[in-house]
């Protein structure tokens, strides 16, 4: 038997849950779990089913297409636990790369890293101990364009379904962002909205807060306003210094950026326009 | 329209929602929120789900019943929303009264108290603040029989639903817990397991814990045994004595009780054996 | 014996902690708390001293002001757990009200609330019934600068020496927080400096954000800009409505609150320019 | 000018303060932080100053000798920052190992990994990444008393000051916690007091707790019942398997150690009696 997720989305109207466990049981599937979620604002349906089946993926395709094309729906059906192919982009901090890698080998987070990228060679080291392959991709101004080419170019011959922004301090163009939409997770060393840009320790330590943050989001051409997967904070206090934030913070982006990976590689994540639906 | 909750437990096999969902699909209802859970260990299923729908009571009933029976289900059926009939037991402490009190007049907690009944009466004045009548029921060595008997007929003439040990530092019979078995909420001044009894937050002082908390919990004939609903913590420091440790637990305790009240309230708590399903 | 808490800031230089324990040595005082910080960034020194001293306030304020002298200090002397005599201000939302009201009557709150003064009536029974006195002093476009005059004369009549902001609708003119620069605290519903202005919630419900917060601060001029006391968040979901937003946030606004008057009438709370120094 | 750290505790009676500020300020030290505490149970009064001071270490430990020796003080000075030689213990699990590892190497921990030590082979590879001496200690019922003899050869041979237990699955004899008193720190999987012993996760499953725990504490004669050091928790749910909540507790010990480590390095923890002080 075999254990699929099932997510989709389309316009909200009754009879899509009936629908959906209807043609399921149908199969002799038995549905393991199953959460639903109407946004009244947009007016967009959600769901995600885990179900246990041993119909093959054929039929299980042209079944669900069948209610698929009823209620105008987008979907995807994968198989649970199934590894997501991805490309890690880090510049020079390990934290995040060396928990990521950690997580992927503990074997508890649904990764297959297939190539850690990077405008710098300070964390190859690093991947190869992992037995990852490591592409160094440096990027000025000059070459940009040639670097995000390249990029593309690796995603697409690895047959990456997801690219991860480890803490890499360079700009995505606007179009790459485009091509990528939903599959590119970046983690902000902020609580967003505030403190955007650069400089967000020292922005949160001029303002004074007393609890600082991480946010994991999905990239867009808009800078740091992109739908947000998770966030989380941790306690400061007056005598922290700027160092002292940049070194907590690292605990809370790993953190942060580690759940919004399981969570996208566990398929619990989908796009409601600017928002994200988290079925965790 | 009507906004029906439904919730249901048996032993698990498949077809449960596909059947549960059809049947509701069918008598033209709108599911907007279902969750369920199948625990491995126990081998029982759990499921609640909500649904705008317009057939009355007797119709949905049946329709429900007759599913019931093919799956040897439990099931209960609940408007959204409406408040359950609650009688608060408390002694002296406020802070737990005075949170569900406030919390229902806001009207975002769905319970009606109908009434408080305690050993003392130094509450008696902040029952009549909210205009909720109060009982003073003493309770001696001698007359535990008499007063236990005389909450069974409140709770009765009032068809009270639930009962909510508000700090109420009596403990309950036997037979008393098992008359109202998953009815009677209790809030436990520690995180248990640690540190039951009378004492808890002096022998987490004695102990050095870093950390305090509360249990709400449903009261059974095993005194701080029973199921766990809800449980949280506070962080404490080498300089809190045992009475910094009693203020600051009061805040952890209202907050367990209020949201423990709720999910039960709403129908988001399930009983599986010894544990609770949470539907939140 | 007396239990005196003492703070006091200055430009930082070698000497300051050695002359005030010196000092107050020399009285025969017991020095049982005592916390220092030196903010590199603005050059000054903040430090917080409990003592138990059988001096009397004459001698411990000549002995005290001759070291103040010599090292440029602002500083203040109080005895630990006096009661801050303070004016609370609110609206029609009556959560952070009934908490400070409770917090006080349950003796751990080192406040005395004085007066309750609202634009509105809608509270006036609940502070009633903690026999607190009640002010009505409505606010148009027109009656503003009356109004912040009669707030004013309250104060100094009633010898008021800090006035709570809990949820008042109303914004105070330059002027008003001027004069009582460091002694108004307000709440804002919202993770400063996120979401400034009057609809937070709603923000933060539409940027999809996964956690809400509560932000109690020193008000100024500058609205929303006022130096942080103390923040807090909790965490939402997908599925949370601006109204769930706002409920939750019920939770999260009188706790920080709480916590912020409570540090601040310890003398825990010291200003360092647009920052906060709490000595916890 | 050197950045030194002295903690000291003694019998509380008053002047310590003053004395301590005193000899500091008499050899043209600066304090930059100090925190105290006197615990009224133990009769107990603790310090930690943090001081720039160029007075050589001979003068230092003469002039803090003789106020020791009046107020009959245990103490000691270190230079603040100064890595602290430590032994990794370990057995297969590599989570807290790796994060160790990682947080030296970020050169934020102020600790040096003098050698791993385990009675399995399965982490060298991770140890001779960070270049870190590997020793294999096999350890059955038989050569226990060997295998501890070797430990304790290779402490003194390293001039180590710290032994970590990070998930090291064996039980150390009395002898040997008794001869590395305070020096041993221990990371046990539950939130202690409850769940002791070797199956917490099963345990805390089967009693239906909602938040999982992990302690660090130092190693005594008494399993699972020294000194806490720190602790902290993670929300779990009904759905949660018992592997689940193993996966979901690496997270939390290791952070906890981290803090356990960083703490006690930074002679942030004093002990006393069976509790400890922390001052953070």
Known sequence: MTHWVLTLS????????????????????NIT???QFGDADTGLYFMRVQVECDASREVLDRAVGGVAEQFGMSWELDVVGRPVRTVVMV???AHCLNDLLFRQRS????I???????NHTML????????????????????????EAQLLELVHALDAELV????????????????????????????????KGARPYAQAHERGVKLIGATAHYATADLDEGPIIEQDVER???????????AMGQDVERRVLARAVRWHAEHRVLLDRTRTVVFR
Chains 1, 2, 3, 4 share one sequence.
Not at 107 to 110: A, D, I, S, V
Not at 112 to 118: C, G, L, P, T
């Open 91 to 93: 510049s020079t901090a």
């Open 107 to 110: 074997e508890r987070l649904p």
């Open 164 to 195: 991860v922004l480890a803490r890499y301090m360079q700009i995505l163009s606007d179009d790459l962002c485009r091509d990528l939409e939903g599959r590119i997770i970046n983690i902000h060393h902020s609580f967003l909205p505030s403190f």
């Open 10 to 29: 389309c316009p909200d109207r009754p009879g899509i849950v009936s629908a959906v466990a209807g043609v399921l049981a149908g199969l002799g599937g």
């Open 112 to 118: 297959e890293i297939v190539a850690v990228v990077s």
């Open 33 to 35: 779990e199953s959460q």
């Open 236 to 246: 400061v206090r007056h005598d922290d210094t700027v160092e002292d934030l940049v």
């Open 124 to 147: 190859a080291e690093l991947a190869a101990f992992y037995g990852i392959d490591f592409h160094h991709v440096p990027v000025t101004r000059e070459t940009r364009v040639d670097a």
